[in-house]
């Protein structure tokens, strides 16, 4: 099932470093089959407010998502980013094509 690693981050400084880990985090995705989904982009606001930044990733199931961020070439461009920025990140799966919002009550 696909699953999905989720970055909410804020407060980012855009600098030599962030730099270095977006021309590079691309090459660790590519032998897990991850895709970038949203990266950043312009918000609509409809409700509340969510400051920063959301990226999705899509992986094909969670042991590649697990197996991603684990990974050697990731885990040596992880500080670039968690020095420079503050957010939460998380993986979590995705649902059915054919999941119903009623699906939830009889878990």
Same mark, same amino acid.
């Given at each position: 099932?696909?699953?999905y =690693?989720?970055?909410?981050?804020?407060?980012?400084?855009?600098?030599?470093d962030?730099?270095?880990?977006?021309?590079?985090?691309?090459?660790?995705? =590519?032998?897990?089959?991850?895709?970038?989904?949203?990266?950043?982009?312009?918000?609509?606001?409809?409700?509340?407010?969510?400051p920063g930044?959301?990226?999705?990733?899509?992986?094909?199931?969670?042991?590649?998502?697990?197996a991603?961020?684990?990974?050697p070439?990731?885990?040596?461009?992880?500080?670039?980013?968690?020095?420079?920025?503050?957010?939460n990140?998380?993986?979590?799966?995705g649902?059915?094509?054919?999941?119903? =919002?009623?699906?939830?009550?009889?878990?």
């Open positions: 099932m696909t699953s =690693a989720i970055g909410h981050l804020h407060k980012v400084e855009m600098g030599a962030i730099i270095t880990y977006l021309e590079t985090i691309d090459a660790t995705l =590519a032998p897990f089959d991850g895709k970038f989904v949203i990266h950043g982009g312009q918000k609509h606001q409809l409700e509340g407010s969510f930044d959301l990226i999705v990733i899509a992986f094909p199931s969670m042991a590649q998502a697990h991603w961020y684990a990974s070439a990731y885990q040596e461009i992880l500080p670039l980013r968690s020095r420079n920025a503050e957010g990140v998380f993986l979590i799966e649902v059915n094509a054919d999941h119903r =919002a009623t699906d939830i009550l009889s878990s």
